[in-house]
């Protein structure tokens, strides 16, 4: 018993065990309820079953996000809070290319949720492995933060640069050399990922990879880039492993659920780009701005407060501006 004690209060990347094995129980049991109980069966999902189970989901960041300020501090709490709604917003850009990926393949929607379990399965290690990485850095020389609030100014001024060039699933070069190198099926089977068909040259039974598995990958690729933004993006807000891992796999973990809800209407938030621009300028610039005015850093709830301000503001003038006008016209 002292040994298991001595166990769960050791500290690992800065907090006890057993508060990384609360985290990662919550997650395991979230995922098992998802797939092993709501959806054990492949079914379409409606937007009110997506509305539904997204705010269950940020309940619970959220609800996590009060425990982390009650039992870490308010400092703790804020900065979770921050990159929870950070993380969420960024979580928009990868709907709208979850939502190319899927038309461009052709996926049916009973399938879709299929691959999104998967593909947040796949983000959960990814993450991990990223954070873990980045803390390691972070804690060995602490001017890489510069070198990421740099980075973080560099893509917000790109990304209101090229706000209106969209991505193309067909030019992706890693679909190019898959299909080169590697059996493709050209049609769908339905859930599998892997079907055995005979060989076009020597007529053997080999394993073909269907458009579904393609799907996955290139999900799975858009958020490692997506997360080459998100992941400097939190450890200029914080650099706390904990905060910083929590905070993402909550915000993404609601990401496959709000999916269904927002694939078909994300175009109505077309200014919340520009807004998660100013996001990652201010995120950036903060960490300049700090020593210039004496302090450690810019005070989490002055964080908080502007980055939910500007969001607020991109999602309320995003929706005045489309106001009235039909989803199929929205370009």
Same mark, same amino acid.
């Given at each position: 018993m002292e040994v298991l004690t001595s166990f769960l209060f050791a500290d690992w990347l800065?907090?006890?065990?057993?508060?990384?094995?609360?985290?990662?129980?919550?997650?395991?049991a979230l995922l098992v309820l998802d797939l092993g109980v709501l959806h054990k069966?492949?079914?379409?999902?409606?937007?009110?079953?997506?509305?539904v189970l997204s705010a269950g989901y940020i309940g619970l960041g959220l609800a996590f996000g009060g425990w982390v300020w009650w039992s870490l501090g308010a400092t703790s709490g804020m900065e979770y809070l921050t990159g929870f709604a950070v993380e969420k917003a960024l979580a928009m850009d990868n709907v709208f290319v979850i939502a190319m990926i899927f038309s461009f393949f052709a996926v049916p929607l009973k399938y879709q949720h299929r691959v999104l379990f998967w593909g947040i399965l796949g983000v959960i290690v990814l993450r991990a492995i990223m954070i873990g990485f980045g803390a390691a850095i972070v804690s060995e020389f602490s001017w890489v933060l510069y070198v990421f609030a740099v980075f973080l100014i560099a893509t917000g001024i790109k990304m209101i640069v090229f706000a209106d060039k969209e991505y193309d699933v067909a030019k992706n070069p890693l679909l190019a050399f898959m299909r080169r190198r590697f059996n493709v099926t050209d049609?769908?089977?339905?859930?599998?990922?892997?079907?055995?068909?005979?060989?076009?040259?020597?007529?053997?039974?080999?394993?073909?990879?269907?458009?579904?598995?393609?799907?996955?990958?290139?999900?799975?690729?858009?958020?490692?880039?997506?997360?080459?933004?998100?992941?400097?993006?939190?450890?200029?807000?914080?650099?706390? /492993?904990?905060?910083?891992?929590? @905070?993402?796999? &909550? =915000? %993404? *973990?609601?990401?496959?659920?709000? !999916?269904f809800a927002l694939a078909a209407m994300v175009k109505r938030?077309?200014?919340?780009?520009?807004?998660?621009?100013?996001?990652?300028?201010?995120?950036?610039?903060?960490?300049?701005?700090?020593?210039?005015?004496?302090?450690?850093?810019? /005070?989490?709830?002055?964080?908080? @407060?502007?980055? &939910? =301000? %500007? *969001?607020?503001?991109?999602?309320? !003038?995003?929706?005045?501006?489309?106001?009235?006008?039909?989803?199929?016209?929205?370009?």
């Open positions: 800065t907090k006890p065990v057993w508060m990384w094995l609360m985290f990662i129980g919550i997650v395991i069966e492949h079914r379409e999902i409606t937007a009110r079953e997506s509305l049609e769908h089977h339905g859930e599998k990922f892997f079907v055995k068909k005979p060989d076009p040259k020597s007529g053997k039974l080999v394993w073909f990879m269907t458009p579904l598995f393609l799907a996955l990958i290139l999900i799975e690729v858009a958020d490692v880039i997506f997360a080459v933004d998100s992941v400097p993006a939190i450890f200029a807000i914080t650099t706390d /492993p904990f905060i910083v891992y929590t @905070s993402n796999i &909550f =915000a %993404i *973990l609601g990401l496959r659920a709000l !999916y938030f077309h200014y919340l780009k520009l807004a998660l621009a100013i996001v990652l300028i201010f995120i950036g610039s903060k960490i300049f701005a700090a020593p210039l005015l004496g302090l450690d850093k810019i /005070p989490p709830a002055i964080s908080l @407060s502007v980055t &939910f =301000a %500007i *969001l607020a503001g991109g999602v309320a !003038y995003s929706l005045w501006k489309t106001r009235g006008t039909p989803q199929e016209k929205l370009g």
